[in-house]
């Protein structure tokens, strides 16, 4: 429950990507109308609205003017109810990429790097992907790897772990963290041969990455696509 806070709590989740050396967009969150207009006139447009502690992208939009900030917020507010409404500054014509990773809480491995095709800002569920990415380089990859190992033995995860980055001109920023499992896993298992919901449930009752023997891998020169899951 911990780490479920600390993933959605802005406050709490800046402070530790900070403490790690973790880029993030800038970004504010508000509980008010008016705390809302004074962070988005700081941040500037385009702008990245969503509510905290929900599933799915429910209530996040991209705002490039006034109008497109008072519609997104009023809904956003709607749907956090008592939480706070995150704003970041939205990276525009950056690439995204989702990374599933199982944890035992000490040991880390990372399953699988997928790179949307759209840019960032679309929802992984109603994206396209492609598997192993095809423009990262091998120094962000490098980053995204350490920051991931990083973020997922900080959290102290036992089981599955999902990050999402977004790279923007060799800059590499995270987006979001999601101590759970993504809707992106069957893709990634199917992809790899490995059926992580099955070694996660062993790791959450109790055995050792090292207790689960081969993890697999991609074959060599296959690239598989994964198609949106319910496009909207």
């Known amino acids: 429950a911990d780490a479920i ?10 402070h530790l990507m900070s403490e790690l050396g973790v880029l993030q967009p800038e970004g504010a969150m508000a509980l008010t109308r008016e705390e809302a207009r004074v962070a988005a006139d700081r941040i500037g447009y385009p702008l990245l609205v969503r509510p905290s502690y929900v599933l799915g992208g429910r209530g996040m939009k991209i705002c490039y003017d006034d109008v497109d ?7 956003a507010l709607d ?3 008592k939480h706070p409404v995150l704003m970041d500054r939205f990276l525009e014509g ?5 990374v599933d990773v199982l944890s035992d809480g000490e040991q880390v491995h990372i399953a699988g790097i997928m790179e949307h095709i759209e840019e960032a800002g679309i929802h992984s569920g109603d994206s396209a992907c492609v598997m192993p990415p ?7 990859r490098a980053v995204m790897v350490e920051a991931t190992q990083a973020i997922a033995k900080r959290l102290k995860v036992v089981g599955l772990l999902n990050i999402q980055y977004a790279v923007q001109r060799g800059r590499v920023f995270v987006i979001e963290v999601n101590p759970r499992a993504s ?3 069957p893709y990634v298992s199917k992809a790899t ?5 099955r070694l996660a449930t062993r790791i959450c009752l109790g055995e050792k990455l090292s207790d689960l023997g081969s993890l ?5 020169g296959i690239f598989f696509i994964k198609a949106p899951v319910f496009p909207a």
């Open 216 to 220: 697999g891998s991609l074959p060599q």
């Open 69 to 75: 900030f008072e519609a997104a917020l009023e809904e």
């Open 183 to 185: 809707r992106t896993v």
């Open 79 to 81: 749907v956090s109810d």
């Open 193 to 197: 041969g490995v059926a992580l919901p």
């Open 94 to 98: 950056a690439v995204e990429y989702d």
């Open 134 to 140: 095809v423009t990262l380089s091998e120094a962000e």
């Open 5 to 14: 806070d600390l993933c959605e709590d802005r406050e709490r989740f800046n």
